[in-house]
């Protein structure tokens, strides 16, 4: 879980991060973030996407937000690639698998990652070549 957490969607986040820079809808995603009311069970981001020092369970609940937050930005399939991290996400943890399981997971792997790399590839100066993606 860890390699998720911290690493494929810190990596997500990073890029959605240099994305809405460059459109220009950074501001306006940090204020759909700090807009969240409060709820027990959800950290507040009240002071939108901050990446420094953040836990892995701190990016489980960013990972319950995005798609909303990320949601109309007239960004081609930017909230599609956090729906499908939920789905690849949710999967993974699965404590068993029956062969078809493993053939959704597969699958739902291969659809997040040509999204993720479709969208994000112009925005990672190494082009996406880091381990934790390719092992997926």
Not at 63 to 69: E, Q, Y
Not at 79 to 90: A, D, F, I, R, T
Not at 115 to 133: A, V, Y
Request: hydrophobic share 40%; charged share 30%; glycine share 2%.
């Amino acid at each position: 879980m860890h390699h998720l957490d911290l690493g494929l969607f810190k990596y997500q986040i990073e890029f959605t991060i240099e994305l809405l820079k460059k459109k220009k809808s950074l501001n306006k995603v940090n204020e759909r973030i700090a807009d969240i009311p409060r709820h027990s069970q959800l950290k507040v981001f009240k002071k939108g996407i901050q990446l420094s020092r953040l836990t892995a369970s701190e990016y489980r609940d960013m990972m319950k937000i995005m798609v909303f937050v990320v949601d109309d930005l007239q960004i081609e399939d930017l909230s599609e690639v956090y729906v499908k991290w939920n789905e690849m996400y949710l999967l993974s943890r699965s404590e068993k698998f029956k062969e078809s399981d493993l053939e959704n997971f597969q699958k739902a792997i291969n659809d997040w990652g040509d999204l993720f790399i479709k969208i994000f590839q112009n925005i990672s100066n190494s082009h996406l070549k880091f381990p934790k993606l390719h092992s997926w």
